[in-house]
């Protein structure tokens, strides 16, 4: 009988051993003194059975039945104490029978002991690593069909009870809640009973049956015994500590616990010691101590994961062969701090580095790159020397190497070396010789391409594996399938096939897993053994080859026990993400992951190397693009800012090469685009757009408007040459196609924008892209995708993604027949293996963890199928095996989704799969070509309409853009609306658009939003066909004939003057450049409710001082007519398109010469320039006669010296001398259009015509003084002398030559009334014309005015005393001309002056009349419109008594002279009114300029710059009344009636008469009775086929739509009182009095809108977080695909239903989100709160903000604090006392008011922001806002913006913003300049406040909820 001790050391070689041993001798000294100190020895007796014993505890051994199932080689020659001391107690506790559970930190220590002690004692072991996944079966009896009949397997804990084995059960906490039930009472009393019938009985119970009953009797009651050897070993984590489920107690009570702790300090660093013998024992120990300490009780409490001493070994390994390598370096391997760490996490680990001396010092160096590989030939195979150079060494060491030969040339074409990438393959070189590794880093940084370059380097073949989320262990391991006759096998994965063929497998996506399925790798990684389902074993190399020398059995022997050697070579490399530092999700990197593996931090490179990298793969690309790009790029990585970051994401390397590749074929594109494009901004929230635009700014990467020009401008139109498809500029063969039928065909009209998408889409499918188009719905993607692949000529695979799309429905869809499996394949294998395009739409309705999948097949083309077959990209990767498809080459995939956030809520496809596809934003299109594509549409659909429907949809899609409304309206509901107007003509707009918008009638915000944008644009939706409400038309008086015009004979030598004229070069000096700003138009049609003379109104953005002086319209004949403006104070010109959306305005403020020391009113007039110097304008100043010429194109000005003279100073007058008004100087313009003008001064005597196009002045010098001029043709002007009013006619050629200085002559009119002896006719009667027309009426208005038929040339003109005067004959005929008048009953009065006194005010007062006297001729609707003042208007005949009139500019008066009608049109009052009033005064006499638009059109500008279009014609306005009445509908009040067509015997018997009913009592149909209503063929009214109407006097009931739709009077009065009464009563609950509720009201209701749309986001994120997933493993609900094979076989637990998910053990809490509102309450916002009202606005966003977190605070929480020269932390509102009703909340906006009233002066901004963020980042809380709401006046309390912008990033978990309100002058744009991008804002206006929260909230808030 042999003893054996196992002593310390036994035979352990080297130095250090030696060295310990002898220590430990001299401790212990010998062996006795070994027992009495306690030390414990394991000695082994062998005979046949032989003893074990440990200490005093001594164990019988048998022999094993199945020697091959018995655990081999986990003891290991030296045992530490405390290992001995457990196995000590396990063999106690095996001795009473009773389960232990070793309970203990994460590593491999627990299972080891539990094999050692298996191992010594010789008991076969039954392993199941349990996970989230495991069932009762898997424990129990699994079916299995064989033979076409489903039988039991048992199953482990079955095997284990029977065989007397012992069963380890690893991992108890991954397990769901009631699977481990199942074992209780197998556990308590070794009893269970089995689904196949069979009972398991303890052994003592069965011996004591055997007494009584034989052996076959209990086999006939399937009575089984329970092996007394049976015993069970858990292995657990202690779960509150680390994440997992609890123990079951009734579970837990059953086991007898131990704790295994880490190996004691001591006998680990003995461990350490023998292994790395070349490092100094100092370093090891520190190594130690520093592991140690973090994984003591305080650190965990700091929140750091323990650190992973059992990898220490490997650690030290690697040391040992580099001792000159830096420890910090190999510590970061093992615990990545850097990466899961949060700030003060890592700067603990960085403390305890220092501490123990671990830091990098100089000397210390790290590997830079792998030199040289080889081969190891001769016995060692699969192994390589890697020669790695570190510092100026090298160093040469073994790793395991791959199967294939090596990679001899080191240059690939698709890996460039950069010097990093050379150091991480050194570095996994160094951790490959020890353990697997992990690879960690962000999108798209290269992980696959090292990982591959790593293989190529040792010649490994590689199997990639893609993770998803939810991923079973089967699916990691083994799946089940049916055999050709149905049986079911087991096919083992992709990973076992690798680890037993010696590959090297990268499992990409490790964060997606969840922990609880990875378990069942742990045993495979740690000591490469792995049981699968099917009870096949895979054993390490070494334990395979001691197992068939024990048992000299050979390989074979052992296959058919189903045991299997790993390969040595196989190795896992595992990729991943990096965990989000502080996020709320679970943390994929916990504890229990450091221990597996080796970590590598694979930083995104650095801006050379990736320079390197583009350079190389894409030669010729344009380096200045590329350096802009990376330092764009670069400069977004480096900040700490979270939208930058995420900015950044998709600026991956795989990104910026896809960019390049596209600039390198496509030079001439924009940076700026490409960079838009790959981050998607269309569809970024509004901070992250504005922080990427600020950011391409700050890197010179910007667009210039000639680059957009020339894009519009392009010709975007496709054609197919020859086979060869052409878009825009790219060109591409068609292909080829067999399958004709899944080409798609649509309807498609063309327009430029989806033209310049699918020009783009062409550009990247010719790179050989996968493409990914985003978008709104509607906007036409699929349209677009289909008619690119018809155009193509290529088929098309399609599948439609949704909720429970799973990865197998992706791939393959299981179906079963005749008892067999079969495999469907889906569009995507179709598409992959005959080279189709797959279209996949709403991508991001799946879940991400499904769509990732497409990632390893678009990246690598690689995938594996569950039918076991796999997807390659080439033939070069099929090596024989089978069960192979290759990608076909023309594969392409393009995908839609729509885009991210709300309102669509999908799942961020973009975000998570967006850089491995070229993505195309698609938007709703252009309003040029949506108009294009409605009018194919709707061919037959008037124009006016297509324009108002694009126009109104525009709006609304910018509104849904800025966040106002919700839902973005797209293309495909106005072509929608178009096609029903198309069809159904009569339907009016009004009505068809509701189809659409009827989706938002019970949404009272979002209805006024779009009745209001519908209205401004002209649909008059909710507008009746009757409300007309046109001017009341007054009886104009009956004409008179006046009299003659006589032009006096040539007898009379004074009447017949010649008047010579000179001819001039003008002078031009310039020019100068001005410049030209756009604004917008906010244009308003008028006509929406009710229809008026009133077309469309806006206004122009005039100062509040400003006043308009002169108005006019170009007179061409066309759809554009432009209007000009000039004001005067400041002078300006604005000018705009009457149709379009912008104006521009020039400021000419510094142009016209001031006259020193006179008050300097200036005065200018303006006129248009015709073809061809089209949009140029002259200006003209009246009091300097400063003539100018603009170029309104390109902002040119040019200032005209018409006379030399003319420019001598006026003499200078003291401003109170009483000499006369200076002389104004006038241009007439009435052929401006022919670009000529004559200019002349008041009380002159010269006329200055002024040829533009010639560059000439031709001066006519006169003999009278002159006082007006009237251009009545182009060759003959009326002329009125200055005091006497005798109106002169002068007559010229109408072309003036330079040559001949013509003379002009100049004839005496006399006017003689009609009858001598009435009236008088002394020249004071002779009246001045307002305005004369330049052309004559027609000779039907003629013949209508003056009530005779006539045709003449005429003039017609109008005065004070005149409502019209039409003079027959003149100018053309020189015989007397007839006059009539159409007299006023008063004349019109003169401005009087204010109160008598001339020095009223101070200031004299003029008397002179008004210089714009608002006079129009319309000649062609025969009317003359002038603009009067309210006093001059009879009021009381327009309105009636009791109504009063309404504040009016003034009054359109018309007189039309064919309906003889005089109308009085009030223009609406102006919005302002500049405080000018006497100069106002001098311009016109009411507050209103008008000038003729086009033929019938009018335009009219009120003071304050309020623009309105107007109608009078009567023939238009009828025109305009019926399409009006056209887009409402006809909805005339008959009935509507149903008619059936019956082609039966009913037809239409003979008409008759029918019975006459002699009560005559009312009938409806019946086909009898005569008079009835309805029915057929009998006379009477409605119906059908009778002879003629009959009424019999009864009525046809009909009421009106006006009626129907009115609710009667008395209802909506109960109504209204109700709520009253409601209101009431509520205040009087909350006791506030209703002053109090209307001052309330004023704040909540200026941000109702706001609160609403904010709360709708919010329940909208609520409804998002409650969305239920599938779960698993349930008995009832739908077939899972994934275990239909267990279907087959007959288990319960094969469904899937939808519910709730519980949360992740472990996962945190759900936090609410904090946020904190900072407010300025300072004195100045007070004291500025009557010019901007600025704390009136801080007011309302506090409003707002209490009012829309009401009932979320479980999601939100809130405060409020405020800060002022009090203090900076003025509590306003607790997180805990937030206000429930409107009376508290009022409370606190009465204590903003009061503090900004009382408190002190200063500025605290700053240390206000400090302390909300340093305060609020204390509190627990899943994410932080801190919003600062303050005034820009930074600057006056000397704080400098640098240290504003310092304090706002101060903590980057905290998301800081600032609100400047609107400052003085441009403090907050200048501020906003330095703050960092996308934190700060400008609310100049401070309406925009609550929608600048709104948008931070959106942006911020919804991105992570």
Not at 74 to 82: F, I, R
Not at 1204 to 1222: F, G, I, L, N, V
Request: hydrophobic content about 35%.
């Amino acid at each position: 009988m042999q003893s054996r001790v196992l002593c310390l050391g036994g035979g352990a070689g080297g130095p250090a051993a030696r060295r310990v041993r002898l220590l430990l001798r001299q401790v212990l000294g010998g062996g006795a003194a070994a027992a009495r100190s306690g030390r414990l020895e394991v000695r082994a007796l062998h005979s046949s059975g032989g003893t074990v014993t440990i200490g005093d505890v001594s164990f019988k051994l048998k022999t094993p039945k199945n020697p091959e199932l018995v655990p081999q080689n986990y003891m290991s020659d030296y045992l530490a104490q405390s290992v001995v001391h457990h196995l000590r107690w396990i063999m106690q506790k095996d001795l009473l029978g009773q389960d232990v559970f070793l309970i203990g930190p994460p590593g491999p220590l627990r299972r080891s002991i539990a094999m050692q002690y298996l191992e010594l004692t010789k008991r076969e072991v039954e392993y199941i690593a349990l996970s989230r996944d495991t069932t009762e079966t898997d424990l129990k009896q699994r079916r299995e069909i064989r033979d076409g009949s489903a039988f039991y397997l048992d199953q482990c804990a079955v095997r284990a009870a029977t065989e007397g084995r012992i069963l380890v059960l690893e991992g108890l906490e991954k397990a769901e809640r009631n699977v481990l039930p199942v074992l209780n009472n197998l556990l308590e009393n070794r009893e269970m009973q089995l689904e196949d019938g069979r009972f398991l009985m303890s052994a003592e119970r069965y011996d004591k049956l055997l007494q009584d009953h034989t052996k076959s009797e209990l086999d006939s009651w399937k009575i089984v015994r329970v092996s007394e050897d049976f015993r069970v070993i858990a292995l657990g984590l202690p779960v509150p500590k680390y994440s997992g489920n609890p123990l079951d107690p009734p579970l837990r009570s059953r086991f007898q616990a131990r704790d295994v702790y880490h190996l004691p300090f001591k006998d680990h660093l003995q461990l350490l010691y023998s292994i790395g013998s070349n490092i100094s024992t100092e370093r090891i120990s520190q190594l130690l101590s520093f592991a140690t300490t973090l994984c003591s009780q305080e650190s965990s409490t700091l929140g750091l994961p323990d650190f992973p001493l059992d990898s220490l070994s490997a650690a030290v390994q690697i040391l040992d062969s580099f001792p000159m390598m830096s420890v910090q370096h190999v510590i970061e391997r093992l615990y990545p701090y850097n990466v899961f760490l949060g700030k003060e996490g890592r700067t603990a680990v960085k403390d305890a580095l220092k501490r123990f001396e671990l830091q990098d010092s100089e000397s210390h160096l790290l590997p830079r790159r792998i030199a040289k590989v080889e081969i190891v030939n001769g016995n060692k195979p699969f192994k390589a020397d890697v020669t790695v150079q570190i510092g100026e060494k090298e160093v040469t060491f073994q790793v395991p190497a791959g199967t294939r030969l090596l990679k001899k040339h080191p240059r690939s074409d698709t890996f460039i070396r950069t010097s990093s990438h050379n150091q991480l393959l050194a570095e996994m070189m160094q951790s490959h010789m020890v353990k697997d590794m992990c690879l960690i880093g962000g999108k798209g940084c290269g992980k696959t391409v090292i990982a591959k370059e790593f293989a190529d380097i040792l010649g490994y073949s590689i199997e990639p594996i893609m993770l998803y989320q939810d991923m079973t262990a089967r699916d990691l391991l083994q799946q089940r399938y049916t055999l050709p006759n149905g049986d079911t096998a087991w096919r083992p994965s992709p990973l076992v096939t690798a680890a037993l063929e010696g590959k090297l497998v990268i499992l990409d996506g490790i964060h997606r897993i969840n922990p609880g399925t990875l378990a069942v790798l742990q045993r495979l990684i740690h000591d490469r053994e792995l049981t699968l389902y099917d009870g096949t074993r895979l054993l390490r190399e070494d334990r395979y080859q001691n197992l068939k020398e024990e048992l000299q059995i050979s390989d074979e022997k052992l296959q058919e026990r189903s045991i299997f050697p790993i390969h040595p070579s196989f190795r896992i490399v595992v990729l991943a993400e990096p965990p989000v530092i502080g996020s709320s999700t679970q943390q994929w990197l916990g504890p229990e992951f450091l221990t597996l593996f080796l970590f590598h931090n694979v930083r995104s490179l650095s801006k050379s190397e990736e320079m390197e990298v583009i350079k190389e793969m894409i030669p010729n690309v344009p380096s200045v693009a590329v350096e802009r790009l990376l330092s764009l790029t670069h400069k977004l990585r480096e900040t700490n800012d979270a939208t930058a970051q995420s900015l950044a994401s998709s600026l991956s390397t795989r990104q910026l090469l896809r960019i390049c590749r596209r600039l390198s074929q496509h030079p001439d594109e924009s940076l700026y685009y490409a960079v838009n494009k790959a981050c998607l901004s269309r569809f970024l929230p509004n901070l992250a757009r504005s922080a990427l635009h600020k950011n391409l700014q700050d890197s010179r990467i910007e667009t210039n408007q000639d680059d957009m020009k020339k894009l519009e401008e392009k010709d975007y139109t496709c054609e197919i040459n020859n086979g060869i498809l052409k878009i825009g500029s790219v060109t591409m063969p068609i292909y080829n196609s067999t399958e004709k039928m899944k080409v798609p065909d649509v309807l498609f009209y063309e327009n430029a924008q989806h033209m310049m998408v699918m020009e783009d889409m062409l550009k990247d499918f010719l790179l050989g892209e996968h493409l990914l188009l985003v978008g709104n719905q509607g906007v036409g993607k699929n349209k677009i995708v289909d008619r690119f692949l018809h155009l193509l000529n290529r088929p098309r695979e399609y599948l439609q993604l949704h909720r429970d799309t799973t990865v197998q429905s992706l791939t393959l869809q299981p179906s079963v027949k005749d008892g067999l499996i079969i495999y469907e394949d889906s569009p995507l294998v179709k598409a992959v293996k005959f080279g189709h395009i797959l279209v996949i739409d709403e991508a991001d309705k799946a879940p991400t963890n499904v769509t990732c999948v497409l990632k390893t097949l678009v990246e690598s083309g690689e995938m594996v199928l569950s039918d076991g077959r796999r997807i390659v990209a080439s033939h070069a990767n099929v090596e024989g095996r089978e069960n192979v498809i290759v990608i076909h080459p023309d594969f392409r995939m393009i995908v839609l989704a729509n885009r991210p956030g709300f309102p669509f809520l999908g799942n961020d496809f973009f975000g998570t799969l967006g850089d491995i596809f070229s993505c195309h934003a698609v938007d709703n299109p252009k309003p040029q070509s949506e108009l294009a594509m409605l009018r194919q549409y709707g061919p037959d659909v008037p124009e006016p309409i297509l324009q108002k429907l694009v126009a109104a949809f525009g709006e609304l899609r910018s509104l849904a853009d800025q966040g106002i409304i919700n839902y973005p309206y797209s293309t495909r509901e106005v072509v929608n609306i178009v096609k029903h107007l198309q069809k159904f003509p009569t339907e009016g707009l009004a009505n068809v658009v509701r189809n659409v918008f009827d989706f938002d009638s019970y949404n009272n915000e979002m209805r006024e939003i779009l009745i209001s944008t519908l209205h401004k644009y002209g649909i008059p939706i909710g507008a009746k066909p009757t409300n007309v409400q046109l001017a009341k038309e007054l009886p104009l008086p009956d004409h008179k004939f006046m009299g003659y015009w006589k032009v006096d004979q040539p007898g009379n030598a004074r009447q017949k003057l010649l008047c010579p004229t000179e001819t001039q070069k003008i002078d031009v000096k310039g020019p100068v450049h001005l410049n030209i700003q756009g604004f917008p138009l906010e244009r308003h049609e008028a006509r929406s409710l009710s229809f008026t003379e009133e077309l469309a109104f806006w206004t122009l953005p005039l100062g509040e001082v400003n006043l308009v002086c002169d108005v006019t319209v170009t007179k061409e004949e066309e759809a554009e007519n432009i209007l000009y403006v000039t004001t005067c104070n400041p002078v300006s010109l604005y000018f705009m398109n009457v149709s379009s959306k912008s104006g521009y305005f020039v400021d000419l403020y510094d142009l016209f010469p001031r006259t020193v020391g006179n008050v300097w009113q200036p005065f200018v007039t303006v006129a248009p320039l015709g073809n061809p110097l089209k949009g140029q304008v002259v200006l003209h100043e009246e009091e300097s006669n400063v003539v100018l010429l603009l170029d309104t194109n390109n902002g040119a000005l040019r200032r005209l010296l018409l006379l030399p003279d003319a420019q001598e100073s006026p003499k200078r007058t003291s401003w109170w001398s009483s000499k006369e008004e200076m002389s104004n100087y006038k241009m007439c313009r009435e052929f401006s259009h022919k670009n000529w003008l004559v200019f002349y001064k008041e009380a002159g005597n010269r006329l200055i015509v002024l040829d533009v196009l010639e560059g000439q002045t031709h001066t006519i010098s006169l003999p009278i003084n002159l006082k007006s001029v009237f251009l009545v043709a182009e060759d003959r002007w009326l002329l009125v002398e200055n005091e006497t009013n005798q109106k002169f006619l002068l007559t010229k050629r109408a072309h003036m030559e330079a040559e001949d200085s013509e003379v002009c002559q100049l004839y005496a009119l006399t006017e003689e009334p009609a009858d001598m002896g009435f009236g008088l006719t002394t020249a004071s009667e002779l009246c001045v014309p307002h305005a004369v027309s330049s052309d004559q009426l027609s000779s039907e208005n003629l013949s209508a005015a003056v009530g005779q038929k006539i045709s003449s040339p005429n003039r017609i003109f109008s005065d004070e005393h005149n409502y019209a005067t039409i003079v027959i004959g003149f100018p053309d005929l020189l015989s007397p001309s007839e006059v009539y008048s159409w007299k006023r009953n008063s004349s019109l009065s003169r401005k009087r002056a204010s109160p008598s006194d001339p020095f009223y005010y101070g200031a004299r007062r003029k008397t002179a009349a008004a210089k714009q006297t608002n006079c129009v001729t319309l000649l062609a609707s025969n009317q003359i419109v002038r603009i009067l003042p309210p006093g001059d208007v009879p009021l009381k005949d327009i309105y009636p008594k009791d109504v009063t009139p309404p504040q009016a500019a003034g009054y359109l008066e018309v007189t039309d002279l064919n309906s003889k009608k005089i109308k009085y049109i009030a223009i609406p009052r102006s919005q302002s009114l500049s405080p000018y009033t006497s100069w106002l005064s001098k311009i016109s006499d009411a507050d209103a300029l008008l000038a003729p638009l086009g033929k019938v059109g009018l335009v009219s500008v009120d003071m304050g710059g309020g623009v309105r279009l107007w109608e009078t014609g009567l023939e238009s306005l009828q025109r305009s009344l019926q399409d009006w009445r056209n887009m409402i509908g006809q909805e005339d009040g008959r009935p509507v009636q149903i008619t059936i067509q019956r082609d039966s015997g009913l037809d239409v018997s003979s008409p008759k008469h029918g019975k006459v009913d002699p009560d005559n009592m009312p009938h409806v149909g019946g086909n009898t009775w005569a008079g009835g209503t309805g029915g057929r063929d009998t006379a009477g009214l409605g119906g059908k086929g009778g002879p003629y109407r009959l009424d019999a006097g009864h009525r046809v009931y009909q009421i009106s739509q006006a009626e129907k739709d009115a609710v009667p009077e008395e209802v909506k009065r109960a109504a209204r009182e109700m709520g009253e009464k409601a209101f009431k009563q509520r205040l009087k609950e909350i006791q506030m009095s209703e002053y109090d509720a209307a001052t309330y009201e004023r704040f909540s209701g200026a941000v109702r809108r706001q609160v609403q749309s904010l709360r709708i986001i919010l329940d909208n994120l609520q409804a998002k977080g409650k969305e239920r997933q599938w779960l698993r493993h349930q008995a009832v609900g739908e077939l899972d695909d994934a275990k239909i094979i267990d279907g087959l076989t007959g288990e319960k637990a094969i469904y899937k239903r939808r519910g709730e998910l519980e949360p992740q053990p472990g996962s945190p809490q759900q936090k609410p989100k904090r946020l904190r509102l900072v407010v300025d309450v300072s004195g100045s916002m007070y004291r500025f709160n009557g010019v901007d009202g600025r704390l009136e606005r801080s007011m309302e966003a506090v409003c707002m903000v209490m009012e829309a977190f009401e009932n979320y605070e479980h999601k939100f929480k809130y405060d409020i604090v405020g800060h002022s020269g009090d203090g900076f932390d003025i509590a306003l509102v607790g997180s805990d006392k937030v206000p429930k009703n409107n009376k508290q909340r009022l409370e606190i906006l009465k204590i903003m008011h009061a503090h900004a009233q009382f408190c002190m002066s200063g500025d605290h901004t700053l240390e206000g922001t400090e302390h909300a963020i340093r305060e609020i980042a204390k509190e627990e809380a899943d994410e932080y806002f801190v919003i600062v709401l303050s005034d820009a006046n930074l600057e006056r309390y000397g704080i400098p913006p640098s240290r504003f912008a310092q304090v706002l990033t101060t903590n980057a978990q905290v998301n800081a913003f600032a609100i400047f309100i609107g400052s003085l002058g441009d403090q907050a744009d200048r501020l906003q300049r330095t703050l960092p991008a996308g934190r700060s804002f400008i609310a100049m206006d401070t309406k925009e406040i609550p929608q600048i929260l709104q948008q931070i909230f959106t942006s911020t808030m919804l991105s992570s909820a």
